[in-house]
């Protein structure tokens, strides 16, 4: 049989993007796809689990979404606060569809193109968006590594982080916990800074007893 290389744990893709630079691809994009990759970019669902997304599994009295079947086999609730709550009622507004013959339909999907059917193939419009603000190497997959550097950069504890990805396993998890040289240079510099700080406000210690003998 022939022999075939395995790929090295160092060739695993890194790549991930700042949330400044995000929003200049996402203001780049087509209409219909800039909450698809919001909605992507803040919690780090596989695409075919946002553009699968519909109505039924939205909860907007109670501001949760539950994903009764995903990739990993689990399901999983995932409260809307902030973006994510504000991305939802976009599309509820959007939801409904005029057809040629003037009628008036609602789409079952959360994110359509405009006619209520769901978002297919994106990579097209992104690869477009992305060479436009200088960044031609990134893929729609990176949002989901850059969610998870997010929830790790701002404190969010690895399980929580799973829960709200999808990730079933630790293991994968960590291999889209990027950390950059910069994010090392910050953490050595706070570190500094307290030590330095910490130096500065200890107490000064005074002898005890006679110090005549």
Same mark, same amino acid.
Not at 24 to 40: G, N, S, T, W
Not at 50 to 73: E, P
Not at 83 to 101: P, V, Y
Not at 170 to 175: D, E, G
């Given at each position: 049989?022939?022999?075939?290389?395995?790929?090295?744990?160092?060739?695993?893709?890194?790549?991930?993007?700042?949330? $400044?630079d995000?929003?200049?691809?996402?203001?780049? &994009?087509?209409?219909?796809?800039?909450?698809?990759?919001?909605? $992507?970019?803040?919690?780090?669902? #596989? #695409?075919?689990?946002?553009?699968? @997304?519909?109505?039924? $599994?939205v909860?907007?009295q109670?501001?949760?979404?539950?994903?009764?079947?995903?990739?990993?086999?689990?399901? #999983?609730?995932?409260? &809307?606060?902030g973006? &994510?709550?504000?991305?939802?009622?976009?599309?509820?507004?959007?939801?409904?569809?005029?057809?040629?013959?003037?009628?008036?339909? @609602?789409?079952?999907? %959360?994110?359509?193109?405009?006619?209520? *059917?769901p978002?297919?193939?994106?990579?097209?419009?992104?690869?477009?968006?992305?060479?436009k603000?200088?960044?031609?190497?990134?893929?729609?997959?990176? &949002?989901?590594?850059?969610?998870?550097?997010?929830?790790?950069k701002?404190?969010?504890?690895?399980?929580?982080?799973?829960?709200?990805?999808?990730?079933?396993? $630790?293991?994968?998890?960590? #291999?889209?916990?990027? %950390?950059?040289e910069?994010?090392?240079?910050?953490?050595? *510099?706070?570190?500094e *800074?307290?030590?330095? *700080?910490?130096?500065?406000?200890?107490?000064?210690?005074?002898?005890?007893?006679?110090?005549?003998?």
């Amino acid at each position: 049989a022939p022999m075939i290389d395995l790929l090295a744990e160092n060739n695993v893709r890194k790549e991930f993007v700042e949330p $400044a630079d995000f929003e200049k691809i996402v203001a780049a &994009l087509p209409e219909h796809l800039r909450d698809f990759m919001r909605f $992507a970019y803040s919690t780090g669902w #596989r #695409r075919g689990e946002i553009s699968g @997304l519909q109505w039924s $599994a939205v909860n907007r009295q109670t501001k949760t979404i539950f994903l009764g079947r995903s990739k990993n086999g689990e399901p #999983r609730i995932l409260p &809307l606060v902030g973006e &994510l709550d504000r991305i939802i009622e976009r599309r509820w507004q959007a939801r409904s569809i005029k057809n040629q013959n003037g009628s008036t339909t @609602l789409s079952t999907y %959360v994110f359509h193109c405009g006619d209520g *059917q769901p978002i297919g193939d994106t990579k097209k419009s992104w690869r477009a968006a992305c060479s436009k603000v200088g960044m031609p190497n990134l893929l729609v997959h990176d &949002l989901r590594r850059s969610a998870v550097r997010n929830f790790d950069k701002n404190g969010v504890s690895q399980i929580v982080g799973m829960m709200i990805s999808g990730h079933k396993t $630790a293991s994968v998890y960590k #291999r889209y916990r990027i %950390v950059p040289e910069n994010d090392i240079r910050e953490a050595l *510099q706070k570190v500094e *800074q307290a030590i330095e *700080q910490q130096k500065k406000n200890r107490p000064v210690r005074t002898m005890t007893g006679s110090s005549a003998e």
